[in-house]
């Protein structure tokens, strides 16, 4: 979706800070795999940055890094990082160079996009032997303790139930692995990659904070869902740390 096209709407100005300090952070491993994937690392362009987590990533591989966001909040909230240039822009109209780029990785946001205009662009820029990257992550698992059963029904009733209702209806793309989108590209096997991260409760809070669907709610009810959720996790949870778990999906394709 974009200004010119269906008329964008930022589910995450609101949430921009949040989404900043506790969105978990992909594996480095995934973007070694991901340079290794193109002859020339001149140029990545990390479209739909959010607030540049991948950005920061790509930018210890590649001379340069152009980091676009529809969201001029999430492009205010982004970590500087030297070699990344931070642009506010739509996916459909990088403002990139056409035959520029080597590598263009969409993280979390494909579901957004107007897919034909996004697609044309992408061939618009994408050099020859270059690689078109996406990936998603939906509910997310935790590990550790006798208790692990309770505290993922607890957070799966959040998800499904509390939020549940409000959630745009592009959510349903991230909670099946893009399967469904289309991708119009020569398909590249990708290996398995997964995000995992060692939280407190706080951590946690934070991060269900960051989703639109909570902002929604909150918008809506004037209250904050997550602080009756913290209370009934608090005793299974305690003061340490549990391994929270989220398996990528992800698609990777090149010119046909």
Known sequence: MTPASRGFTDHFAQVADHYAA???TYPPALFDWLSGQVPVRDLAWDCATGTGQAAGELARRFNRVVATDASSGQIAAATP????EYRAAPAEQSGLEAG???LITVAQALHWFDLDRFYAEVRRVLKPGGLLAVWTYGVFGTEGGEDTAAVQQML???YYETVGPYWPPQRRHVENGYADLAFPFAPVTVPA????VAWRLADLAGYLRSWSATARYRELHGSDPV???ERELRPLWGAGRRQVVWPLAIRAGRLS
């Open 22 to 24: 506790h969105r978990p």
């Open 156 to 158: 799966h009733t959040f």
């Open 193 to 196: 990659f997964s995000m995992a």
């Open 100 to 102: 520029s780029v080597d």
């Open 81 to 84: 990082c030297a070699g990344v």
């Open 227 to 229: 602080e009756a959720l």
